[in-house]
T-cell receptor, first 116, second 111 residues
Framework: DSGVTQTPKHLITATGQRVTLRCSPR?????VYWYQQSLDQGLQFLIQ???????AKGNILERFSAQQFPDLHSELNLSSLELGDSALYFC???????????????FGPGTRLLVL | GQQLNQSPQSMFIQEGEDVSMNCTSS?????WLWYKQEPGEGPVLLIA?????ELTSNGRLTAQFGITRKDSFLNISASIPSDVGIYFC???????????FGTGTRLKVLA
């Protein structure tokens, strides 16, 4: 158990809909990362938050947005869903001093999204 | 999206054999991380490397941060059936907070 929690574990929805995925980082971790993993693919970095502020952005679509709240949990919002958005969505949190780049990421169990 | 070159893509080995996999990048990295992922699960951190030339072990696993800072390898010695899974490298390019993941090495161990 990495200490990172994600809900829900599974989500089935229809095209055009909007969903929210939730992540709670490990106790004490300030950074949260979101990744998308399509079937048999690697992990694609979407976005990172550090202590409530957006820090880095990857290949995140405009239909997707995220935020990190004062209690450090994070939500990833996916809207106008398309069939191709079906994937595993992982959240990771990091320890260490981000200023020195000695960060180590710990992953949650993921949310499996199926868009029909 | 940008990804690291990870090889081999897949390996079928006999139990007891040693395994080696590597990742290379065209840019300099500050950090290399190695993960193992099993079906339907999140990646689990195996080894973290922060310094060029660093060699770190975790049980039967050994990983090194290349001295050019553009590559890393992971060795697994005396493989066992529970080593089965997909192994990913991940690196943080110098000057960024992003992490880029390799395409994964799918390992199967035959008893």
């Amino acid at each position: 158990d990495s200490g990172v929690t994600q809900t829900p574990k599974h989500l089935i929805t229809a095209t055009g809909q909007r969903v929210t995925l939730r992540c709670s980082p490990r106790s004490g971790d300030l950074s949260v990362y979101w990744y998308q993993q399509s079937l048999d693919q690697g992990l694609q970095f979407l976005i990172q938050y550090y202590n409530g502020e957006e820090r880095a952005k990857g290949n995140i679509l405009e239909r997707f947005s995220a935020q990190q709240f004062p209690d450090l949990h994070s939500e990833l919002n996916l809207s106008s869903l398309e069939l191709g958005d079906s994937a595993l969505y992982f959240c990771a949190s990091s320890d260490g001093d981000s200023g020195s780049f000695r960060e180590t990421q710990y992953f949650g169990p993921g949310t499996r999204l199926l868009v029909l | 999206g940008q990804q690291l070159n990870q090889s081999p893509q897949s390996m079928f080995i006999q139990e007891g054999e040693d395994v080696s996999m590597n990742c290379t990048s065209s840019s300099i990295f500050n950090t290399w991380l190695w993960y193992k992922q099993e079906p339907g699960e999140g990646p689990v951190l195996l080894i973290a490397l922060y310094k060029a030339g660093e060699l770190t072990s975790n049980g039967r696993l050994t990983a090194q941060f290349g001295i050019t800072r553009k590559d890393s390898f992971l060795n697994i010695s005396a493989s066992i059936p529970s080593d089965v899974g997909i192994y990913f490298c991940a690196g943080s390019p110098s000057g960024t907070y992003k992490y880029i993941f390799g395409t994964g090495t799918r390992l199967k161990v035959l008893a």
